[in-house]
């Protein structure tokens, strides 16, 4: 594979993809521990749901309030996903794909929460902004699930990219693959 483009996405993609991808998974992981974070506060500490804002929810609730915040994150995901994309090859492509599918709704859900919250009119004759799966999935519960079943494909992905098979090895243009043995 030879990188196509120039400028950030080739490079993020060739000689900059390990970096690229280990800055992605610091921000994925933070986020995904926010949330992680915000369930122990509820299921294991008993807190009430307005109360259990995560980490620096408590020291910034207002973060928690904002749907630009989670909005911002899930458009950070999704540009993410596409721009080391095409460093990926077999397998490990993907798995990524599966993750950038997932995320891809997952930024539709918060795009729709954003224009509720935007325009003070909320869907579903609901009180509060909600998407669509959170008419059957609660907010709190919901996030963790998508964030979940996004990390969990990417964490395969990025697994098998940094093992790949010989044939894989062969159509890289990064050096993220560790050495055969």
Known sequence: MTA???GL????NTDRHRI???VFAAIVLAHWAEHIAQAIQIYVLGWPVPQARGVLGLWF???VKSEFLHYG???VMLVGLILLRKGFVGRSRTWWNIALGIQVWHH???LLLLIQAQSHHNFFGKPVPTSIIQLI???VELHLFYNTVVFIPMVVAMVLHRWPRTDERKSMACSCAYAAA
């Open 4 to 6: 196509t483009g120039s």
């Open 9 to 12: 996405t080739a490079a993020l």
């Open 20 to 22: 690229g991808l280990n």
């Open 61 to 63: 609730p207002w973060l």
């Open 73 to 75: 994150y899930a458009l």
């Open 108 to 110: 539709f859900e918060h």
């Open 137 to 139: 999935v609660p907010r």
